[in-house]
């Protein structure tokens, strides 16, 4: 899987020279995310933190817990902290009390400061960073099941809300049909 962003995060130059970020943009209101952004709206940023807030509220209720994991799976993207190489990428992982959870960050911004909090990296040092698209990136996830991984924890720690694996798979976007 090529990493189409450096090392902080920001989006490689390897586009074509006759295209601007400008051209990147276009009716980015359709389109939340298009290009090579690794951050929602605040608005949808705002939002995952509101629905964090209602599962921590009413921990023992489903809905919450749906509705948040919906939103999530609805990003464009979802941002891993790279452990591995840029050839052999390797996401973050928590070993928890229910097992391995792979966390997932709805930005790059949360998960450069998950990784310095994480003491993953020193601070004055760049994080590497892996943006994936949505559905790809809940399929990548899935992959894990087989080497120990039982699900996935969103922003953590700001946020810290996780999904068992079977569950997450529930949320994966239908294949558009041809």
Do not use: H, K
Not at 30 to 42: C, F
Not at 128 to 133: C, F, G, K
Request: glycine share 6%; aromatic share 6%.
């Amino acid at each position: 899987m090529q990493n189409p962003f450096r090392r902080d995060g920001s989006p490689s130059d390897d586009r074509p020279s006759d295209t601007s970020p400008s051209d990147e943009q276009t009716d980015a209101t359709d389109q939340p995310n298009q290009g090579r952004t690794l951050e929602p709206s605040p608005d949808v940023l705002a939002q995952l933190d509101a629905l964090d807030a209602a599962c921590r509220t009413a921990p023992d209720e489903i809905d919450p817990q749906i509705r948040l994991w919906q939103a999530v799976a609805s990003l464009d993207r979802w941002v891993f902290i790279n452990r591995g190489t840029d050839d052999e990428p390797r996401p973050y992982a928590l070993a928890a009390q229910p097992g391995n959870l792979l966390c997932v960050y709805s930005s790059g911004t949360r998960a450069q400061e998950a990784a310095y909090a994480n003491g993953l990296v020193p601070p004055d040092a760049t994080v590497s960073l892996l943006a994936v698209p949505i559905p790809a990136a809940i399929d990548w996830v899935l992959s894990f099941g087989e080497r120990g991984v039982v699900g996935v924890a969103l922003d953590y720690p700001r946020l810290g809300s996780w999904v068992p694996l079977p569950n997450l798979a529930r949320f994966r976007p239908a294949s558009e049909q041809l």
